[in-house]
């Protein structure tokens, strides 16, 4: 059976091959909402779309065994690869700037596979230089 590491709960645990990430970690008593850098974490383990990839507010960043995932849904690639219309000639990509976009995932759309290791409300550098280039 595949390991799951949580890095921030310093939890281990044992998941069936094909487990939905959310779900497991609902399970294990780990609250994976956490909203947008922590802010409503309590508030998102209530009200979020209750694993529909819609809310965005159960993104992780899985740090280590990526390829033990299924690939991006298509719940996932909205919201990190669709690109905005803007008025500039160079359209921007919604979430694409807000680092580690080729591993960040939405833990309601992730098949764990094998083992992963990750990162619960990963950090979102809405300031960052490349956020607004």
């Known amino acids: 059976m595949p390991l799951v590491k949580f890095t921030k709960e310093k ?7 094909g487990a939905n ?13 956490q909203g947008l850098n922590g802010i409503g974490a309590s508030v998102n383990r209530f ?9 965005g507010t159960c993104r992780v960043l899985i740090t280590a065994g990526i390829e033990n995932t299924n690939k991006l ?8 690869k669709t690109v905005l219309p803007t008025p500039v000639p160079d359209p921007i990509p919604a979430l694409a700037y807000i680092g580690h976009e080729e591993e ?6 992730t098949v764990v596979q094998g083992d992963i290791t990750v990162e619960s409300g990963p950090e979102v550098n809405l300031f960052g230089e490349n956020f607004f280039s």
């Open 73 to 80: 849904t298509m719940a996932e690639w909205l919201k990190f």
């Open 11 to 17: 939890k281990e645990i044992e998941v069936p091959v």
């Open 47 to 55: 009200m979020n779309c209750k694993g529909m990839g819609m809310c």
């Open 104 to 109: 960040m995932r939405l833990a309601c759309c």
């Open 21 to 33: 990430l959310r779900n497991e970690a609902i399970k294990a008593g780990i609250n994976l909402n």
